[in-house]
């Protein structure tokens, strides 16, 4: 296990312990603990949902149940198949893009630590991808010097299709930049809502612990 450097929704500096971060079906979530033990000798351990856009990474809670359900039983296999010898079903990520990394969320759950280090182990991790950034505007096409160099000149047939086919790009570009611009809005909205029902789910767990006399 590797050490950290991580922040709090508050922009607190933490030092966090990765367990282990990796992909399945296209999901990517980080694994990792704080070191807290409770009486029974029992290890707190968090899992966040990684999201990044334009190559920027933070870690968010897992909102829908089923999902959530479907981690738990994810990390009960690694285990399992680690302690066994069996094949994972998750593909290990490199820890390079995540340092200093923010936590606006997480689950958490309670291990023994040699079921903690059997979660940790058997990592073969590859390079994290930058599949989250979004994709730049087409660059302008050009016409070529070989093209125009036999003839000095270029034709009036060939100056209107470089006139159409610069107009058709324009239209392009302008597309995608606004739907670049919507893509960002609603991203940054929807981590905003993230932030928000993280916040509401610590007060919830809070005014629980105070009705149970916890």
Not at 8 to 18: G, K, S, V, W
Not at 80 to 94: C, I, M, Q
Not at 116 to 138: R, V
Request: negative net charge.
């Amino acid at each position: 296990m590797q050490k950290m450097s991580a922040f709090n929704q508050n922009n607190q500096p933490l030092e966090i312990e990765i367990i282990r971060y990796f992909k399945v079906n296209d999901k990517k979530y980080l694994i990792f603990t704080l070191e807290e033990k409770d009486e029974q000798g029992y290890i707190k351990v968090y899992v966040s949902k990684i999201l990044g856009l334009n190559g920027t990474l933070a870690a968010y809670d897992i909102i829908d149940e089923t999902e959530w359900a479907s981690v738990k039983d994810l990390v009960k296999k690694i285990i399992k198949a680690n302690r066994e010898g069996g094949t994972l079903e998750v593909e290990d990520l490199s820890l390079e893009r995540l340092n200093n990394i923010k936590i606006n969320g997480q689950q958490v759950f309670k291990l023994i630590s040699n079921l903690i280090e059997l979660l940790g182990s058997n990592i073969s991790a590859k390079a994290d991808d930058a599949e989250d950034m979004l994709p730049l505007a087409p660059k302008e096409e050009q016409i070529s010097n070989e093209a125009t160099s036999t003839v000095g000149t270029v034709s009036p047939e060939l100056e209107r299709k470089a006139e159409t086919s610069s107009d058709m790009e324009s239209s392009t570009t302008d597309s995608s930049s606004e739907y670049q611009k919507l893509y960002k809005d609603l991203f940054d909205r929807y981590q905003e809502l993230l932030e928000e029902n993280s916040k509401l789910k610590t007060k919830l767990d809070s005014l629980k612990a105070i009705i149970n006399g916890e």
